[in-house]
């Protein structure tokens, strides 16, 4: 079990346009001014928006700090290796093999980090449809350890053509819907978190992502679960920190994922009573 509190909670969804597909509409009007444009080579829309989410916040004071980045993405730098590779194929050349470890070794996280001045842990994961509880547990496993007072944790995909290519081999029924995440955990008593991870037949049908809201045990009254079919957790992912927000004191809150070969991991979230004195149990 984990004790956390939550700090912001951000969206940005951009559109694809279209005329062409790696032109993004709906991003932030000053997103170059906060971003800047260097080394944009081997950076794409995705690394851009986690820095703009982390960078206006209002949280990144721009010194050095002991916080976690963790990235829940699946594609996540794609787009970017993939324009170097159509542009080579375009102008009919070969690509250097120096280009390709620039550009993977250039990941969103990295990137975060040393911007922020950053000295925690700095991961990328990539769990399919169970991102959005596996990067919450690394996340709260960080503050939990001590080694961070807080945990950045950014969920979503900018997907490339590649990308929604590659995604419906999988799930050919899910949309792909461009979107990104920032949440701040924070050290705190706030709220204690119980993760579950394992696995079973998925009956056909069954949503990828799915958000109750309970007393105890017991659907809260008057709540339907919200159901996620699109592929990008970063929706769900949203909307759970939502509703985190607007529970009362012993009320739960589950995020459920399930993959399409029966894998699902699952995490409660209670609100604590004020005036709770319990303590961390194993």
Request: glycine share 8%.
């Amino acid at each position: 079990m984990f004790s956390f509190s939550l700090g912001r909670v951000a969206l940005c969804a951009p559109e694809h346009s279209a005329a062409q597909d790696d032109e993004l509409a709906g991003l932030p009007q000053d997103l170059p001014e906060v971003v800047g444009t260097s080394g944009d080579q081997f950076r794409d829309s995705f690394t851009r928006l986690c820095l703009y989410l982390v960078l206006t916040t209002g949280e990144a004071s721009g010194e050095r700090s002991d916080d976690t980045v963790v990235i829940g993405t699946e594609y996540g730098n794609t787009a970017a290796l993939a324009r170097l590779q159509r542009d080579a194929a375009a102008k009919g050349r070969l690509l250097s093999a120096q280009y390709f470890p620039n550009a993977t070794s250039s990941s969103a996280s990295a990137f975060v980090n040393l911007r922020i001045g950053s000295t925690g842990r700095n991961m990328t994961v990539n769990a399919g449809p169970l991102t959005p509880v596996t990067v919450l547990w690394q996340a709260l496993s960080a503050l939990d350890r001590g080694r961070s007072g807080t945990s950045r944790v950014l969920i979503g995909d900018v997907y490339a053509p590649e990308a929604v290519q590659d995604a419906g081999l999988d799930t050919p029924d899910a949309p792909c819907t461009s979107g990104v995440v920032h949440a701040a955990l924070l050290q705190g008593d706030d709220f204690t978190a119980e993760f579950a991870f394992g696995a079973d037949d998925t009956a056909p049908g069954t949503p990828l992502r799915a958000v109750r809201r309970r007393t105890a045990a017991e659907p809260a009254p008057g709540t339907e679960p919200a159901v996620f079919a699109d592929r990008n957790g970063a929706f769900a992912a949203h909307h759970f920190m939502g509703v985190l927000k607007e529970l009362r004191p012993a009320e739960q809150a589950v995020l459920e994922c399930r993959a399409p070969d029966g894998r699902h991991a699952t995490v409660t979230v209670t609100r604590r009573p004020a005036n709770s004195t319990d303590g961390r149990t194993w």
